[in-house]
């Protein structure tokens, strides 16, 4: 493999999924690609510490991210016979605001996004943006935002998709019944594919791991497969980027057999938390600056990441796509304290006091509420 050391996509891909990996019992599916394009047209027009706090969060400078947003547009122009691969983003701003031109020109030319005005007061608003990445999607996500509050003001969507037929499928015919040990601790019953064949392989004392091309073989799935059962969360260590570029540089042609489940999957993420953990914390605030979005800096933060995946692996391929939604608001910050616990249960003091002065009416100690 050509990958020797972690690239900045790979670094943040893994520092994204591990992120997830502690609140989950079953299953974590992300894109790091739809999450990342959503965030670097946020980045855009961020300025300051809050363009700063975006770029620790993404690993890449803005203006770096959106090269690279160039260039992968660019490379999806020429795909493979039997690999379909789309990504589309969209930017939705309440109507009575304005956006500032060369912030609208950054999402067109970098982001290849679509920039619309919509009045969010309407009723067929959050349709409006399902229908737009129902179509974006292939049908895979239908419905994205169920609704839009008053103090929302801009909506920025990227949608990926991904169908990809192998190179060589599995036989039908040989898919069985199979245990499958969850994380959990259960055993359940899948459908397994099977094929004795040639593969990319490589193993250890830790891992197995192996590389599933698709057709023309630009793409691939990579699989890898602990010694013994894990939960979700223990898969920390081999979520590192060094360990991924290990497994990739040490695959190998070998002769094998591969036992794999059918998937078919959704999974749904607010994605605020782990942003947060992640640099983030400062665009989630009242104190963030988009002042280059807007004409003048109208208070606006990030007040919801939401990310919602599919995913279908059958014996003729892979089917996956991504929806992430950055909702940006004004108002109350959702980066607000934790909510607190206060049980009133030993002696207190109270004081009764008008608010224009700060003077106390009556003030007290209370050492035992019963007594009369």
């Not at 008053?150 to 969507?157: F, G, P, Q, R």
């Not at 004409?295 to 919801?304: L, T, W």
């Amino acid at each position: 493999m050509a990958v020797v050391v972690p690239t900045s996509q790979l670094t943040f891909s893994c520092r994204f999924l591990r992120q997830l990996l502690p609140r989950e019992q079953d299953n974590v599916f992300v894109s790091p690609a739809s999450v990342g394009l959503a965030l670097g047209m946020v980045a855009a027009g961020a300025q300051g510490s809050t363009l700063a706090a975006l770029e620790q969060t993404l690993g890449i400078d803005a203006k770096l991210a959106a090269n690279r947003a160039e260039r992968l547009f660019a490379s999806l122009k020429t795909l493979p016979p039997g690999v379909t691969v789309e990504l589309a983003n969209s930017l939705w701003a309440r109507s009575e605001l304005t956006l500032s031109r060369r912030y609208v020109a950054a999402v067109r030319e970098s982001y290849r996004g679509e920039v619309r005005s919509l009045d969010f007061k309407l009723a067929s608003a959050p349709t409006i943006v399902n229908d737009w990445v129902s179509r974006a999607t292939h049908g895979q996500i239908n419905s994205l935002v169920d609704s839009i509050d008053n103090a929302t003001v801009l909506l920025l969507i990227n949608a990926t998709y991904f169908h990809g037929r192998w190179a060589s499928p599995f036989d039908g015919q040989q898919t069985i019944d199979h245990e499958f040990a969850t994380a959990s601790g259960s055993v359940t019953q899948v459908r397994m594919m099977q094929k004795s064949a040639s593969f990319s392989y490589m193993d250890d004392s830790d891992v197995q791991a192996i590389h599933l091309p698709y057709k023309q073989g630009r793409f691939h799935l990579l699989v890898v497969l602990p010694r013994g059962r894990l939960s979700t969360a223990a898969f920390d260590t081999i979520a590192q980027p060094e360990s991924m570029v290990r497994i990739l540089a040490s695959l190998r042609e070998r002769e094998g057999f591969l036992g794999l489940p059918r998937l078919r999957l959704g999974y749904t993420a607010d994605l605020v938390p782990e942003l947060a953990e992640m640099g983030m914390e400062l665009a989630l605030t009242e104190d963030a600056d988009f002042s280059g979005i807007f004409d003048g800096n109208v208070g606006a933060f990030i007040s919801r990441v939401l990310h919602k995946t599919r995913l279908e692996i059958d014996e003729q391929g892979t089917t996956a796509a991504a929806a992430t939604l950055v909702e940006m608001s004004l108002g109350t910050s959702i980066m607000a304290p934790a909510p607190f616990e206060m049980i009133v249960d030993r002696p207190f003091l109270v004081a009764l006091i008008e608010s224009e002065t700060d003077l106390p009416l009556f003030i007290g100690v209370i050492g035992d509420p019963t007594a009369r």
